[in-house]
């Protein structure tokens, strides 16, 4: 069972984070803006300094080169990032064919270039990448907030059921209530320095 754990975690005005995230569930995070949400995830993908422990499946993150520690544990940040001039230079060369009906793509989206794609378009893509990495955990930072209430719905669906099957630990930072009454087995509220819970793992 793949456990992602943060002991006494800080960065930035956050500290004393502690948390275990268990392969298969999805704790939620919410707060004010500019209150160390993302800063925060960061941090668990080891980039950007801090104090305190992130562990992987026992394994420390100080004792993994930092690459190889990314491949393991995944962000998706809010604004993706595209380095290609054709989307299908950020995938595997199989990817394509294996492109799932959720996304609504079909499979010459691979021959797009990246300018092409909208905003919402660019999320979902994003999130495919980062599962085709094949992570432990992943780290979400508001994957859809381009997406309009429908298309949300069937990310999260699709989400939700690729991570389970795959047993991935996830910290998913979210503002919508609904949004977290759907996916998470916890929800942590940033208050002040800390987190604080608003209902536990089941």
């Known amino acids: ?10 960065v930035g005005t956050l500290s004393h984070v502690s948390l275990a995230v268990s392969g298969g569930q ?3 995070l919410s707060g004010p803006s500019g209150c160390g949400k993302s800063r925060l995830l960061r941090a668990v993908a080891d ?6 422990r992130v562990s992987l499946s026992g394994t420390d993150q100080q004792n993994v080169p930092a690459h190889q520690w990314r491949r393991r544990v995944v962000m998706v940040p809010a604004d993706s990032q595209w380095w290609f001039d054709e989307v299908g230079g950020h995938f595997p060369a199989d990817t394509g064919a294996r492109l799932p009906s959720a996304l609504g793509f079909s499979a010459d989206v691979m021959g797009w270039p990246v300018s092409r794609l909208s905003s919402g378009e660019r ?3 994003a999130l495919w990448r980062a599962l085709a990495l094949q992570p432990e955990a ?3 930072d508001e994957p859809t907030a381009n997406l309009d ?12 059921e690729e991570i389970r099957r ?3 630990a996830v910290l998913w930072v979210a503002h919508d209530s609904g949004q977290i009454h759907r996916v998470a087995n916890a929800h942590y509220r940033v208050h002040g320095t800390e987190l ?3 209902h536990g793992s089941d």
Request: glycine content about 4%.
């Open 123 to 125: 999320q979902r893509l």
């Open 138 to 140: 992943l780290l979400l």
């Open 196 to 198: 604080e819970v608003i």
């Open 26 to 28: 999805v704790f939620c």
């Open 47 to 52: 980039l950007e300094p801090h104090g305190g």
């Open 166 to 168: 795959r047993q991935i």
């Open 1 to 10: 069972m793949t456990d992602l754990l943060l002991e006494n975690l800080s």
């Open 149 to 160: 209430t429908t298309t949300t719905e069937i990310i999260e669906s699709w989400l939700l």
